[in-house]
Protein backbone atom coordinates (compact mmCIF):
# COMPACT_ATOMS: atom_id res chain seq x y z
CA UNK A 1 0.00 0.00 0.00
CA UNK A 2 1.03 3.36 -0.53
CA UNK A 3 0.48 5.83 2.21
CA UNK A 4 1.49 9.52 3.32
CA UNK A 5 4.09 8.76 -0.60
CA UNK A 6 5.41 5.67 1.41
CA UNK A 7 5.53 2.04 -0.17
CA UNK A 8 4.42 -0.18 3.35
CA UNK A 9 5.29 -3.52 2.72
CA UNK A 10 3.79 -5.69 5.66
CA UNK A 11 5.46 -8.75 5.39
CA UNK A 12 3.50 -11.11 3.42
CA UNK A 13 2.81 -12.49 0.19
CA UNK A 14 1.60 -10.13 -2.56
CA UNK A 15 3.17 -6.89 -0.77
CA UNK A 16 5.52 -6.25 -3.17
CA UNK A 17 6.61 -4.20 -6.25
CA UNK A 18 7.61 -5.27 -9.84
CA UNK A 19 9.34 -2.44 -11.72
CA UNK A 20 10.15 -2.94 -15.42
CA UNK A 21 12.96 -5.70 -15.77
CA UNK A 22 16.67 -4.39 -17.09
CA UNK A 23 16.83 -1.72 -14.50
CA UNK A 24 20.44 -2.45 -13.83
CA UNK A 25 21.60 -4.83 -16.19
CA UNK A 26 22.54 -2.41 -18.79
CA UNK A 27 24.93 -0.64 -16.19
CA UNK A 28 28.38 -0.71 -15.70
CA UNK A 29 27.54 0.67 -12.12
CA UNK A 30 24.82 1.18 -10.11
CA UNK A 31 23.80 2.50 -6.58
CA UNK A 32 20.43 2.16 -4.97
CA UNK A 33 19.30 4.70 -1.99
CA UNK A 34 16.50 4.50 0.15
CA UNK A 35 15.08 5.29 3.33
CA UNK A 36 13.36 2.78 5.26
CA UNK A 37 11.97 2.06 8.72
CA UNK A 38 12.11 -1.84 8.94
CA UNK A 39 9.83 -4.15 11.35
CA UNK A 40 10.99 -7.18 11.91
CA UNK A 41 12.05 -9.49 8.76
CA UNK A 42 12.55 -12.99 8.32
CA UNK A 43 15.63 -14.55 6.89
CA UNK A 44 16.73 -12.94 3.51
CA UNK A 45 13.65 -10.77 3.48
CA UNK A 46 14.76 -8.32 0.41
CA UNK A 47 14.43 -4.50 -0.13
CA UNK A 48 15.07 -5.19 -4.34
CA UNK A 49 16.14 -8.09 -6.48
CA UNK A 50 16.40 -7.96 -9.81
CA UNK A 51 17.36 -11.06 -11.97
CA UNK A 52 15.11 -13.93 -13.17
CA UNK A 53 13.29 -17.16 -11.44
CA UNK A 54 14.17 -20.65 -12.30
CA UNK A 55 11.28 -23.07 -10.52
CA UNK A 56 11.82 -21.92 -6.81
CA UNK A 57 14.77 -20.10 -7.15
CA UNK A 58 16.38 -17.13 -8.80
CA UNK A 59 19.41 -16.59 -11.28
CA UNK A 60 21.41 -14.06 -12.33
CA UNK A 61 20.31 -11.72 -9.80
CA UNK A 62 22.13 -8.93 -7.69
CA UNK A 63 20.00 -8.18 -4.52
CA UNK A 64 19.95 -6.17 -1.06
CA UNK A 65 18.45 -8.00 2.05
CA UNK A 66 19.03 -6.56 5.40
CA UNK A 67 18.34 -9.74 7.35
CA UNK A 68 19.69 -12.60 6.64
CA UNK A 69 19.60 -16.15 8.53
CA UNK A 70 23.54 -15.15 8.89
CA UNK A 71 22.48 -12.35 11.25
CA UNK A 72 23.65 -10.14 9.25
CA UNK A 73 23.01 -8.59 5.72
CA UNK A 74 23.77 -9.29 1.98
CA UNK A 75 24.55 -7.40 -0.65
CA UNK A 76 24.55 -9.61 -3.54
CA UNK A 77 25.23 -10.85 -6.97
CA UNK A 78 25.52 -13.85 -9.02
CA UNK A 79 25.48 -14.38 -12.93
CA UNK A 80 26.89 -16.59 -15.12
CA UNK A 81 30.35 -14.74 -14.75
CA UNK A 82 30.49 -15.83 -11.22
CA UNK A 83 28.43 -14.85 -7.16
CA UNK A 84 30.12 -12.09 -4.74
CA UNK A 85 28.16 -11.71 -1.55
CA UNK A 86 28.65 -9.42 0.68
CA UNK A 87 27.84 -9.46 4.24
CA UNK A 88 28.16 -7.32 6.50
CA UNK A 89 27.15 -7.71 10.55
CA UNK A 90 23.91 -6.33 12.23
CA UNK A 91 20.50 -6.95 10.63
CA UNK A 92 18.04 -4.09 10.37
CA UNK A 93 15.25 -5.18 12.17
CA UNK A 94 12.76 -2.41 13.71
CA UNK A 95 15.06 0.30 12.59
CA UNK A 96 14.90 3.78 10.76
CA UNK A 97 17.45 4.53 7.94
CA UNK A 98 19.17 5.96 5.14
CA UNK A 99 20.78 3.56 2.93
CA UNK A 100 23.00 3.32 0.03
CA UNK A 101 23.80 -0.10 -1.51
CA UNK A 102 26.78 0.35 -4.23
CA UNK A 103 27.65 -2.55 -7.23
CA UNK A 104 30.81 -1.19 -9.21
CA UNK A 105 32.09 -4.41 -11.03
CA UNK A 106 34.18 -1.87 -12.86
CA UNK A 107 36.08 -0.62 -10.24
CA UNK A 108 36.22 -3.70 -7.87
CA UNK A 109 34.05 -2.22 -5.56
CA UNK A 110 30.51 -2.77 -3.44
CA UNK A 111 29.60 -1.04 -0.13
CA UNK A 112 26.66 -0.18 1.77
CA UNK A 113 26.27 3.44 3.74
CA UNK A 114 24.08 4.19 6.62
CA UNK A 115 22.84 7.57 7.56
CA UNK A 116 25.43 8.89 5.06
CA UNK A 117 28.49 7.21 6.68
CA UNK A 118 30.20 4.39 4.92
CA UNK A 119 29.10 1.18 7.25
CA UNK A 120 31.12 -1.64 5.34
CA UNK A 121 33.33 -1.54 1.97
CA UNK A 122 34.43 -4.58 -0.08
CA UNK A 123 37.20 -4.37 -2.74
CA UNK A 124 37.26 -7.40 -5.16
CA UNK A 125 36.12 -8.41 -8.79
CA UNK A 126 32.20 -8.48 -8.95
CA UNK A 127 30.38 -10.30 -11.99
CA UNK A 128 29.31 -7.39 -14.91
CA UNK A 129 26.17 -6.43 -14.00
CA UNK A 130 25.72 -7.24 -17.76
CA UNK A 131 24.94 -10.65 -16.32
CA UNK A 132 21.73 -9.77 -14.68
CA UNK A 133 18.61 -10.83 -16.27
CA UNK A 134 16.49 -8.46 -17.05
CA UNK A 135 12.91 -10.72 -16.58
CA UNK A 136 12.30 -9.19 -12.88
CA UNK A 137 12.89 -6.02 -10.53
CA UNK A 138 11.33 -6.59 -7.79
CA UNK A 139 11.07 -4.20 -4.79
CA UNK A 140 10.19 -6.01 -1.43
CA UNK A 141 10.30 -9.43 -2.57
CA UNK A 142 12.58 -12.14 -3.39
CA UNK A 143 13.60 -13.89 -6.41
CA UNK A 144 13.41 -17.20 -4.19
CA UNK A 145 10.47 -18.74 -3.35
CA UNK A 146 11.40 -19.99 -0.03
CA UNK A 147 12.73 -16.56 1.32
CA UNK A 148 10.74 -13.83 3.46
CA UNK A 149 8.88 -10.87 2.29
CA UNK A 150 9.97 -7.43 3.31
CA UNK A 151 8.33 -5.90 6.36
CA UNK A 152 9.30 -2.24 5.81
CA UNK A 153 8.18 1.29 5.00
CA UNK A 154 10.19 2.75 2.10
CA UNK A 155 9.70 6.23 1.38
CA UNK A 156 11.62 6.33 -1.64
CA UNK A 157 14.08 4.27 -3.97
CA UNK A 158 16.41 5.87 -6.31
CA UNK A 159 18.23 3.79 -8.30
CA UNK A 160 21.63 5.91 -10.04
CA UNK A 161 22.98 4.34 -13.42
CA UNK A 162 26.65 4.60 -11.84
CA UNK A 163 28.44 5.28 -8.90
CA UNK A 164 27.29 7.50 -6.25
CA UNK A 165 30.38 9.45 -4.10
CA UNK A 166 30.45 10.21 -0.44
CA UNK A 167 30.22 13.37 -0.50
CA UNK A 168 26.88 13.32 -2.74
CA UNK A 169 25.55 10.69 -0.16
CA UNK A 170 26.22 12.53 2.46
CA UNK A 171 24.31 15.36 0.99
CA UNK A 172 21.50 13.14 0.18
CA UNK A 173 21.42 11.82 3.88
CA UNK A 174 21.58 15.35 4.95
CA UNK A 175 18.23 16.58 2.74
CA UNK A 176 16.50 13.26 2.97
CA UNK A 177 13.65 11.81 0.87
CA UNK A 178 11.29 14.00 -1.29
CA UNK A 179 14.17 16.50 -2.36
CA UNK A 180 15.48 16.62 -5.75
CA UNK A 181 18.19 13.91 -6.38
CA UNK A 182 21.66 14.48 -7.19
CA UNK A 183 23.22 14.06 -10.95
CA UNK A 184 25.98 10.92 -10.59
CA UNK A 185 28.96 12.82 -11.82
Not at 129 to 155: K, M
Not at 168 to 185: F, H, K, M, S, W
Amino acid sequence: AITNNALKLDGTAGGYVNLPGGLVSGSAAVTMEFWATFGGNGNWSRVFDFGNINGGSGQNFAFYSPHTSLGGQRLGVSTAAGTVNFDPSGTLDNRTVHLVCILDPAGHYCAIYTNGVLQSALATPLPALTGVSAAWSFIGRSLFSGDAWLNATIDELRIYDGRLTPGEITVDDRYGPNALALPVT
